[in-house]
């Protein structure tokens, strides 16, 4: 997990150094849907969705340490904070949804094969 970014020392310590809860809801992250509600709303051309969408998986993230999808959840955030579907650099958008796909799935793929 650290070798891809994720933050764990300090996750553990917000965990107060509970390992075992924290693997707990780590495997937890497997079920989440935001990703899934993010990639749906994209389609859809709902940014308002998206938005929501990224800025529930950044709390997720933050929360469990994966600071690259953090970061990318981030970032999708400012870009379309406070904007009209007119106004959003749909490039950059989906350039940074692929990277949150990316990382997102690494981490996935990280906990389904260590079976954390």
């Avoid at 780590?26 to 509600?37: A, R, Y």
């Avoid at 994209?42 to 800025?55: C, I, N, P």
Wanted: proline fraction near 1%.
């Amino acid at each position: 997990m650290e070798e891809n970014g994720a933050d764990v020392d300090t996750t553990l310590k917000r965990f107060l150094g509970k390992e075992e809860l924290y693997l707990r809801f780590i495997k937890k992250f497997q079920d989440d849907k935001n990703l899934e509600n993010l990639l749906e709303h994209f389609a859809k051309g709902d940014y308002e969705g998206v938005f929501e969408s990224a800025h529930s998986l950044k709390g997720v993230a933050g929360n469990l340490g994966l600071n690259p999808v953090y970061d990318i959840s981030a970032q999708i955030c400012d870009l379309l904070r406070g904007k009209q579907a007119s106004e959003v650099d749909t490039g950059k958008l989906t350039e940074l949804k692929e990277q949150l796909e990316e990382a997102y799935r690494r981490f996935i793929n990280i906990i389904g094969e260590n079976q954390l």
